[in-house]
């Protein structure tokens, strides 16, 4: 069974750049995934942050930003704020009418 | 204003069912996809299945696909997912995910159903 792998945890200082990456047990991360990313606050359901690899969802600032680096895909955060201090989850589309979600990514500001 | 709301927390037993609602406002049901996630205590998320709003159409994770029936009523605009033959470790926070087709994401969510199981 296909695998979804994420960094379980992060740590970024306020102000700095990070870029969490989410990649395939076996095989390469491509657009053909459309990766989308969710942030999940404790208690909270997730909220859509990226779709289809690199569009920012409705509301979502410019310091988030999605992309492909290598073979997978990534989530950047710039100019981290500590109420960015939280989950990261990224899913993928494996066809079919499947999706997966990664691990996820505890997201420490500090 | 799109809006998802679940039905309440559930405590149930081992070997029964828990059936929990999902009822949409804001938009028109039969437009979009509606997919069921869970999330264990202090665990990520687990994509469950996915409904076709239009047709009725499901599929649903490998662990979850002679256990779960998710359905639509559209004269309500809600969505329902039973989960059958509970065991403990099906407790879980369960999500009602609106899907987008064309983009494959889920860009409204539901507030979550908590499920407790007890043996």
């Known amino acids: 069974q296909t695998v979804v792998t994420q960094e379980p945890s992060f740590s970024v200082s306020p102000g700095g750049t990070v870029t969490l990456t989410c990649g395939l047990s076996s095989g390469s991360v491509s657009t053909d995934y459309h990766p989308s990313w969710y942030q999940q606050t404790p208690g909270q359901p997730p909220r859509a942050l990226i779709y289809s690899t690199d569009t920012r969802s409705s509301g979502v600032p410019d310091r988030f930003s999605g992309s492909i680096l290598g073979n997978k895909a990534a989530l950047t955060i710039t100019g981290a704020q500590a109420d960015d201090e939280c989950d990261y989850y990224c899913m993928l589309y494996m066809g079919g009418a499947t999706w997966v979600f990664g691990g996820g990514t505890k997201l420490t500001v500090l | 204003q799109v809006h998802l709301v679940q039905s309440g927390a559930e405590v149930q037993k081992t070997g029964a069912s828990v059936k929990v609602s999902c009822k949409a406002s804001?938009?028109?049901?039969?437009?979009?996809?509606m997919n069921w996630v869970r999330q264990a205590p202090g665990q990520g998320l687990e994509w469950m299945g996915w409904?076709?709003?239009?047709?009725?159409?499901?599929n649903s994770a490998p662990q979850f696909q002679d256990r779960v029936t998710m359905t639509t009523d559209e004269s309500t605009n809600t969505v329902y997912m039973e989960l059958r033959s509970l065991r403990p470790n099906d407790t879980a926070v369960y999500y009602c995910?609106?899907?987008?087709?064309?983009?494959?994401?889920?860009?409204?969510w539901g507030q979550g159903t908590l499920v407790a199981v007890s043996s």
């Open positions: 804001g938009y028109s049901l039969s437009r979009y996809d």
């Open positions: 995910a609106r899907g987008r087709a064309v983009d494959y994401d889920f860009d409204y």
């Open positions: 409904i076709a709003t239009y047709n009725d159409q499901t």
